[in-house]
């Protein structure tokens, strides 16, 4: 085993060695947040390399472990709490086209999963669709029953999960689509 953030080796089955780990934990916004938007991580080194291999190498240990240190986060804690519905930002194009499974998915799908709220769909996401029809693989990520499409109910706390952030354009075109609700966003790191 190698370890994901700087790539030297590891005696033992690990995914990131301690002295990563630590560095990462150093790596916290201490929950920087606007009104909108409330961002974990600055998206640097060595948290850039295990985004990165879980993003585009699609390293599933990679994204097992980002799950991890989203769901340790208080913050992350105390926002499932206050949400009724979770919503992914949805995938990227180049994940629709490949049938790949999402990191922003992922991560909103194991806040619900822990908390007591409702996963809701991307407003629009065409690749969504397209990921319900194929492979068990995928399947099993995705239980239908979680998934809610009552787009035109108001008045809910809606909570955006998204993976990294720059401008935060993404989120803010995203809360558009729920006028009537309470929205509130949170993004593993930013990378400004
Ligand atoms: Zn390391």
New binding site residues.
């Given amino acids: 085993m190698i ?1 994901l ?2 790539q ?1 080796p590891l005696p033992y089955f690990k995914t ?2 301690f ?2 780990k630590k560095q990462i934990y150093h790596l916290s916004t201490n929950a920087k947040s606007s009104d909108l938007l409330t961002t974990l991580f600055s998206c640097q080194e ?1 948290l850039r390399s295990l985004v990165i291999s879980a993003k585009v190498e699609r390293s599933w240990v990679a994204s097992l472990h980002i799950k991890k240190i989203f769901l340790h986060s208080h913050e992350a804690k105390k926002l499932s709490q206050w949400a009724d519905y979770i919503t992914p930002a949805p995938s990227s194009l180049w994940s629709r086209a490949h049938l790949k499974y999402d990191l922003a998915y992922i991560l909103a799908h194991h806040l619900a999963k822990k908390s007591s709220s409702k996963l809701h769909p991307p407003p629009w996401n065409s690749g969504w669709n397209i990921k319900k029809q194929s492979k068990k693989k995928t399947r099993r990520l995705v239980p239908t029953n979680e998934i809610i499409t009552d787009n035109n109910q108001s008045g809910r706390k809606i909570l955006l999960v998204d993976d990294v952030t720059t401008s935060g354009n993404t989120i803010q075109k995203l809360a558009r689509y729920f006028p009537n609700d309470d929205v509130r966003a949170l993004c593993l790191c930013s990378a400004q």
Wanted: charged content about 10%.
């Fill in positions: 370890c953030g700087c030297r990131l060695c002295s990563c060595p």
